[in-house]
């Protein structure tokens, strides 16, 4: 059982920055990975990378079980939650996904 908290979003300006957080905690000893996604109202669920073109960075602390996304440029169309997720693996064809709660990042003038 793995479990995740997200943090830092917020109310941002266009061109703002924002950077989020997502600690785990539990079996983290079975995480083989971890990553950002988000999902705006009516749309599907995203991996945020391909589609942020740079602006956005991810990164991890293994130390501190923590994965970051440090958020730059932001626009309005990046407006949505932003959810934290994490695979562990207990063997080959036993990984399963966790997600967090996610934080709603609000990007308007």
């Known amino acids: 059982q793995v479990q995740l908290v997200e943090s830092g979003g917020g109310l941002v300006q266009p061109g703002g920055s924002l950077r989020l957080s997502c600690a785990a905690s539990?079996?983290?000893?079975?995480?083989?990975?971890m990553d950002w996604y988000r999902q705006a109202p009516g749309k599907e669920r995203e991996l945020v990378a391909p589609v942020t073109r740079g602006r956005f960075t991810i990164s991890r602390d293994l130390a501190k079980n923590t994965v970051y996304l440090q958020m730059n440029g932001l626009k309005p169309e990046d407006t949505a939650v932003y959810y934290c997720?994490?695979?562990?693996?207990?063997?080959?064809?036993?990984?399963?996904?966790?997600w967090g709660q996610g934080t709603q990042v609000t990007v308007s003038s």
């Open positions: 539990g079996s983290v000893f079975s995480i083989a990975s």
């Open positions: 997720s994490a695979r562990t693996c207990n063997g080959p064809g036993l990984c399963r996904d966790y």
